[in-house]
């Protein structure tokens, strides 16, 4: 979020991320901001704590990490089961989510740790708490699982949804 405006990003069913400055009062302004970096659809945003980096997960299996000062690639990361979701820890580290989720060192582009389930749904969003230690799974086995990022273990299995979930907050 920049003083003085409401930062919003927006995707298309294309390979760019559209960054827009909202004013609200403050003197303030951006020109539009496209960020290129994957070659397919994009799944999923998000914004590190700070708000100085976005996250986005696409269909190409890369999770990108941009700069929101300069709209340059930070890191990429490549999943190679297409994370279909990803966001940040307040650490940095960002958490990605397919068939596996996986925790990245966007230092070294290494992952440090998988939590796995015994369905292996796919899993379409990941939403991580506020206090940042539970990491909330959903996708494509109806069902919620909630992770204590701590102590590397599932601590919640919520069931009874007729269909895929999407989207996923705490």
Same mark, same amino acid.
């Given at each position: 979020?920049?003083?003085?405006?409401?930062?919003?990003?927006?995707?298309?069913?294309?390979?760019?991320?559209?960054?827009?400055?909202?004013?609200?009062?403050?003197?303030?302004?951006?020109?539009?901001?496209?960020?290129?970096?994957?070659?397919?659809?994009?799944? !999923?945003? #998000?914004? &590190?704590? *700070? %708000?100085?980096?976005?996250?986005?997960?696409?269909?190409?299996?890369? /999770?990108? =990490? @941009? $700069?929101?000062?300069?709209?340059?690639?930070?890191?990429?990361?490549?999943?190679?089961?297409?994370?279909?979701?990803?966001?940040?820890?307040?650490?940095?580290?960002?958490?990605?989510?397919?068939?596996?989720?996986?925790?990245?060192?966007?230092?070294?582009?290494?992952?440090?740790?998988?939590?796995?389930?015994?369905?292996?749904?796919?899993?379409? !969003?990941? #939403?991580? &708490?506020? *206090? %940042?230690?539970?990491?909330?799974?959903?996708?494509?086995?109806?069902? /919620?699982? =909630? @992770? $204590?990022?701590?102590?590397?273990?599932?601590?919640?299995?919520?069931?009874?949804?007729?269909?895929?979930?999407?989207?996923?907050?705490?």
């Amino acid at each position: 979020q920049e003083k003085g405006g409401n930062l919003v990003t927006l995707t298309r069913s294309s390979a760019a991320i559209l960054t827009l400055v909202l004013i609200t009062g403050g003197i303030y302004s951006q020109e539009p901001v496209i960020l290129r970096g994957h070659d397919g659809p994009i799944w !999923s945003l #998000a914004y &590190s704590q *700070n %708000g100085k980096s976005i996250c986005s997960a696409a269909e190409d299996g890369h /999770i990108i =990490i @941009w $700069d929101t000062r300069t709209g340059k690639i930070k890191k990429s990361l490549f999943d190679e089961s297409h994370s279909n979701s990803a966001v940040f820890l307040s650490d940095g580290r960002v958490v990605s989510s397919r068939s596996k989720v996986r925790i990245w060192e966007p230092n070294s582009g290494r992952f440090s740790y998988i939590y796995e389930d015994e369905d292996a749904g796919i899993k379409r !969003s990941v #939403a991580l &708490s506020p *206090n %940042g230690n539970l990491l909330a799974t959903g996708g494509a086995n109806n069902s /919620i699982r =909630i @992770w $204590d990022i701590n102590a590397k273990k599932e601590v919640a299995h919520l069931v009874g949804h007729d269909g895929n979930m999407y989207s996923l907050a705490f």
